[in-house]
């Protein structure tokens, strides 16, 4: 057994394990029992093999490395490696055999239970393992060989096995030792590191795998050399057909160019570089965000950068989407923002702008910093409950600003629902609305008030009406409904202009307001009209009218006082027209005609009086009404006709006619004027009337005019003043006269001085237009109602008519024959016609002529006849003339 033997073994024993090391990885870190069973075979062959190639020596032992390898086994292998390994060479050593048999064994024993202190003492990090370490070891080791052989040997085999095996022992096996130990250390740690490697680079690609975002490797010249994308649509379908393609391939030029000069930026730089992009993908449009880092290359190829792909469109859409809101939020509307607990979280500047407080005062408060005071809790409980189920609330509220002022808001608050569905925030806009409030109420004032007396107006009356008649019906109670027409209000307006009347008109209005109770209306129709609406008078119609009439009593009294006006002391009484209400279930409007009636009774009783409404006025009024409707059928159907009565002078005899109308009525037969004139004009039909009566007179005229016996006849017409004031009169007249062809010269229109004083400078004007085409006029009544000197001298009249009733007093009253004579005069003075009418005996006539009256109309001469009556009646009268005449 030679040192050159001991040091083959182990060198094959270093080549074997050294394959086993390539199984490492397996029986070192695995904890699988039959991977270090192997392991242990392993071992256990390669200490087998040592002792096969070798031979007992001549001490009888066997020198091999097995103990090298055993306590490697322990240092590396454990104690399951090292075990199987040991029993199996403890198996081969005992059928081997021989003297050496005990030695042998502990010689196997020994490096194992080495080995694993070694193991347990590295595992402590008592100690490395090294080459020195090893060495040391591998002489310890053997040093105990050594003397386990020594001591275990028959005396006489002792020295010569000392001989034989120390130098094998000291010299080769710690040698071989080390070197094992650094080989299987040396290679486990390589195993290590691999493995580390390996499962960092899993690592890293399990992470890149797993961010969203698109990872290239992308070269100076821009040519991708690595693709890792996880969401597959975000580019192509397939992304590694992009490898070895250039960025020139997939984008336009300038789009390229831009990426280029990034990424040569980025190689020159050692921080990362951003870079923002949109590009179309296979999702649609979208923006990412670059960011690259210059990568390592090895040595001789390009350089490139790893570019990080981020798509951002969502973010910038979001913030986009931040910003519009941002800005919205600044609107012209009051905006607030608080949390679910009504806390400010943000306001805008119009909030402050409208409230008066800064952001900094308002968030952080609650919303009851605005509460007004002015809404009680079942509003505030309702506008919740209306948030709570539908998510919005919107109406009109008071708030309070910070200077305390209480304003009208339009306020509209939505919840805002966190993806568990609780609300998270509110959300309020609000408008301050005092202006269109104010303007509301101006409208309202106008549509409900009178702006002269500030009372309320025939709208709200009727209203009110309403309500109090259907209160009245529940309740039993009855009121009162009182027309007021002020009696001399006309001509307070006409003396003293109408700033005087207006004056009149509220000073009146607050005495009645005065004299009432504050739950009573009182109302302005329009004009000197009034209307008081009393309430709750009780159940008993007679003491509800004895109610009534004590209020308008008080109310006559206090309207009939003296209104006194700077140095002016004017005075107008009042009439009084009452109607009860409430239990009859009568209209409203009704009501009103019938207190408007009872008030014309009063006036009809001689003003300054009060009137309850008589149910025999309601017959007359719809009597009155059937007549109107009869009136407006007449006219359709041509039932208004004319009458004649003869005008003479005293010379010349019949000199013409006045027209007068009657209606052929269907059933009542032919009717004077008296039963329709007064209804015709009240129902606005005079117009139309007269309108007819001047074509009859005008076809009359023409027809006349064709018949020498007539041609000389003159025709008066009577006109209402309403029809003088038409639009188009003027025009009119002419154009009838003109289609007709009668004489204008022959037609004498007659009209009232009263209605002509309504409008005088009207009046002059048409009558002066009609004047220059030779239509005369003439004064009818004179003498009955406002003469006044100055309106003759400025009308251009023709004729004065003596009212018949001064006439029927002649000859024997007095006053009527001073006016018929001062007419005379008059109508002399100023150059006018004057002629009598109603004369119906021969006294008259003979008191007329004698005052200077020559002209004449009357029974004496004849009725108002149909006009062939009228013709036949000239043509006798013209025959008696030329039979008297010499
Ligand atoms: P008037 O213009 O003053 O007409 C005279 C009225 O006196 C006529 O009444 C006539 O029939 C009546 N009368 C004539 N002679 C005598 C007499 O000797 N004694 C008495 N007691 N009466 C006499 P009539 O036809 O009933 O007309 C009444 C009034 O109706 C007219 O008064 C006139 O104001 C009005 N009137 C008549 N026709 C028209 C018309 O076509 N248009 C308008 N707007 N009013 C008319
Ligand atoms: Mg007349
Ligand atoms: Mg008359």
């Known amino acids: 057994m030679t040192l050159n033997a001991v040091v083959e073994n182990a060198v094959m024993l270093l080549a074997l394990c050294w394959l086993l090391a390539f199984t490492t990885s397996e029986w070192y870190r695995s904890a699988k029992l039959s991977a270090k069973l192997l392991a242990g075979l392993w071992f256990g062959s390669a200490c087998i093999l040592g002792m096969m190639s070798t031979s007992f020596g001549e001490s009888g032992i066997m020198l091999d490395a097995r103990t090298v390898v055993l306590s490697m086994a322990g240092l590396f292998g454990g104690p399951v490696v090292a075990g199987t390994a040991g029993v199996l060479a403890a198996g081969y050593r005992l059928w081997l055999g021989g003297i050496g048999v005990v030695p042998g064994l502990a010689n196997i024993l020994l490096p194992i239970v080495l080995g694993l202190a070694y193991r347990c003492l590295h595992r402590q990090g008592l100690i490395r393992i090294g080459f020195w370490q090893l060495l040391g070891f ?29 130098p094998p022992m000291l010299l080769a096996l710690p040698l071989a030792t080390a070197a094992l130990g650094l080989l299987l250390n040396d290679l486990l740690k390589r195993d290590l590191v691999e493995r580390a490697l390996r499962l960092s680079e899993a690592r890293l690609r399990a992470i890149t795998h797993a961010i969203p975002d698109l990872l290239l490797v992308i070269d100076e010249d821009g040519c991708y050399l690595d693709i890792i994308c996880a969401d597959r649509n975000m580019l192509y379908a397939d992304p590694s057909l992009l490898l070895g393609r250039h960025l020139r391939d997939v984008m336009p030029e300038a ?225 009162a409904l009182m027309f007021i027409d002020l009696d001399n209000f006309k001509n307070i307006n006409d003396l003293h202009g109408h700033q005087t009347g207006d004056q009149v008109l509220r000073i009146a209005a607050e005495r009645l307001q005065g004299e009432i109770r504050a739950s009573d209306t009182v109302a302005r129709l329009g004009g000197d009209e009034f209307v008081v609406m009393l309430e709750n008078l009780g159940d008993a119609p007679e003491l509800a009218a004895a109610q009534a009439e004590h209020i308008g009593v008080k109310l006559l009294g206090s309207l009939g006082k003296t209104y006194r006006l700077n140095d002016l002391g004017l005075y107008s009484s009042a009439s009084i027209g009452v109607v009860l209400f409430g239990t009859d279930g009568s209209s409203s409007d009704e009501l009103m005609k019938r207190a408007d009636m009872s008030m014309y009774e009063a006036k009809v009783a001689g003003k300054n009086a009060l009137r309850f409404f008589d149910p025999r006025m309601q017959q007359a009024v719809q009597e009155r009404l059937r007549l109107e409707d009869e009136i407006r059928q007449g006219l359709r159907n041509g039932e208004f006709v004319l009458h004649y009565q003869a005008q003479l002078e005293q010379s010349q005899g019949i000199i013409g006619a006045e027209a007068l109308v009657r209606w052929q009525h269907p059933q009542r037969g032919l ?78 229109l007659e009209l009232t001085e009263t209605l002509l004083l309504d409008n005088m400078s009207e009046a002059i004007a048409r009558m002066t237009q009609l004047k220059r085409h030779g239509i005369r006029f003439s004064i009818d009544d004179f003498g009955t109602g406002y003469s006044s000197m100055s309106y003759l001298q400025q009308l251009p009249l023709d004729q004065l008519k003596i009212d018949q009733t001064f006439v029927r007093g002649l000859p024997e009253d007095t006053s009527s024959l001073t006016i018929v004579r001062a007419t005379c005069a008059l109508a002399a003075g100023l150059n006018l016609e004057v002629i009598a009418e109603g004369v119906e005996n021969e006294a008259q006539r003979t008191m007329l002529l004698a005052n200077g009256c020559h002209r004449f109309q009357g029974y004496l001469f004849g009725n108002p006849q149909a006009a062939a009556s009228f013709e036949e009646m000239v043509m006798v009268s013209r025959a008696e003339q030329s039979t008297l005449s010499p």
Not at 154 to 165: G, M, N, Q, T, V
Not at 336 to 354: E, K, P, W, Y
């Open 138 to 166: 591998g002489a310890m080791l053997h040093l105990g060989v050594l003397g386990v052989i020594i001591s275990l040997l028959p005396d006489h085999l002792r020295f010569i096995a000392a001989k034989e095996a120390a």
């Open 671 to 748: 009717l004077t004027p008296g039963a329709f004139i007064g209804q015709a004009e009240h129902a606005g039909l005079i117009q139309a009337l007269d309108q007819r009566v001047l074509e009859q007179a005008c076809a009359q005229l023409a027809l006349w005019a064709q018949q020498p016996a007539f041609a000389g006849l003159t025709l008066s017409v009577n006109l209402s003043a309403h029809l003088l004031y038409e639009d188009n009169f003027v025009g009119n007249v002419l154009d009838l006269l003109e289609r007709s062809g009668a004489n204008p010269a022959r037609l004498k």
């Open 255 to 479: 789009e390229e160019r831009r990426f280029l000069d990034f990424i040569r930026q980025t190689l020159n730089s050692d921080t990362p570089q951003l870079i923002e992009y949109g590009m179309q993908t296979l999702g649609g449009p979208r923006i990412f965000e670059g960011r690259a880092l210059p990568l390592e290359q090895p040595q001789g190829q390009k350089r490139a950068v790893v570019w990080l792909s981020r798509d951002i469109t969502d973010r910038v859409n979001t913030e986009l989407e931040r910003r519009i809101a941002a800005i919205a939020f600044e609107s012209q509307q009051g905006m607030l923002i608080t949390d679910g607990q009504n806390r400010i979280l943000r306001v805008n500047r119009a909030f402050s702008r409208i409230s008066g407080f800064s952001a900094e005062e308002a968030v952080g408060q609650t919303t009851a910093l605005l509460a007004s005071g002015k809404h009680g809790p079942e509003f505030y409980r309702t506008m919740w409950a209306s948030i709570e189920a539908t998510g919005v609330w919107e109406g009109e509220i008071w708030n309070r600003r910070k200077s305390g002022e209480i304003f009208p808001e339009w306020l509209t608050i939505s919840a805002v629902r966190n993806t568990t569905g609780d609300i998270s925030h509110y959300v309020a806009a609000f408008t301050d609305i005092t202006d269109r409030k104010a303007a509301e109420e101006r409208i309202h004032n106008l549509a409900f008030y009178d702006p002269l007396t500030g009372l309320p107006n025939r709208r709200l009356l009727l209203d009110r009406l309403q309500q109090a008649m259907a209160a009245g019906c529940r309740s039993g109670q009855l009121g």
